[in-house]
């Protein structure tokens, strides 16, 4: 069965700290993708990154990198710097290879006081 | 850019009445996803389409349905609205084929329905 846990429910931090948002996932395949995504408070769901099973290669994409390790199951979301802008609640998700289903974690709310 | 068109944005229903939201996917994509979200939770695969044709199915309730037109926007359909319905309802588009865990979906800004 396939699960996604983020055991963080909310997380508050003063602008300036880094912060790092835990995700835990659980699948049988050994082709799988996982992803993050951003919910501000407008309410929409904005796409951050998607990495492959067979990618464990770090990645940092301005303020903001991911650590996926495969043996821990872990595809950690670090910001650097964060901002109140960063505030929203962000979601780790897993799909498998053949189906276009995605699986949302329950989300981790982060907010960033100025 | 043009980016995945969902209305309406807000919908207020009685119980038992019928509800319909439609999805306008971003150009040249030609997978649709919905999916639910209830107040406080993570979204819920509901259904997908690729090329018009359903592509896979999750926790949709069969007071729903769905389809994709020939120009590829989608409608969902609820009937016999109950409470729990109240929820934002996203669509999602990919240019990816269907059924394939590899896609990006770019999603719209939600269609929040209130069944009172």
């Known amino acids: 069965a396939q699960k996604v846990t983020q055991a963080q429910t909310e997380i508050s931090v003063v602008e300036k700290e880094d912060v790092t948002l835990d995700c835990v996932y659980e699948t049988r395949d050994t082709t799988y993708y996982l992803f993050w995504y951003k919910q501000p408070p407008s309410g929409e769901l904005v796409f951050l990154i998607r990495?492959?099973?067979?990618?464990?290669q770090n990645e940092i994409s301005g303020r903001y990198s991911w650590n996926f390790q495969k043996s821990t199951s872990s595809f950690n979301f670090t910001i650097t710097a964060s901002q109140v802008v960063d505030s929203a609640v962000y979601f780790c998700a897993l799909s498998e290879a053949d189906t276009d289903k995605l699986i949302f974690g329950t989300g981790t709310r982060l907010q960033v006081f100025p | 850019a043009a980016g995945v068109i969902q209305s309406p944005r807000h919908l207020i229903k009685e119980k038992r009445e019928t509800a319909t939201l439609k999805c306008y996917p971003i150009?040249?994509?030609?997978?649709v996803y919905w999916y639910q979200q209830g107040p406080g939770q993570d979204p819920q695969f509901l259904i997908s389409?690729?090329?018009?044709?359903?592509?896979d199915k999750g926790s949709i309730p069969d007071r729903f349905s769905a389809q994709q037109f020939s120009d590829y926007h989608s409608e969902l359909n609820m009937s016999s609205l109950e409470l729990g319905d109240s929820a934002l309802y996203f669509c999602a588009s990919s240019s990816g084929q269907g059924n394939s865990g590899a896609n990006v979906l770019t999603f719209g800004a939600g269609s929040r329905l209130t069944v009172l």
């Open positions: 990495r492959n099973s067979f990618d464990e």
């Open positions: 150009p040249r994509h030609d997978t």
């Open positions: 389409f690729y090329e018009k044709m359903q592509s």
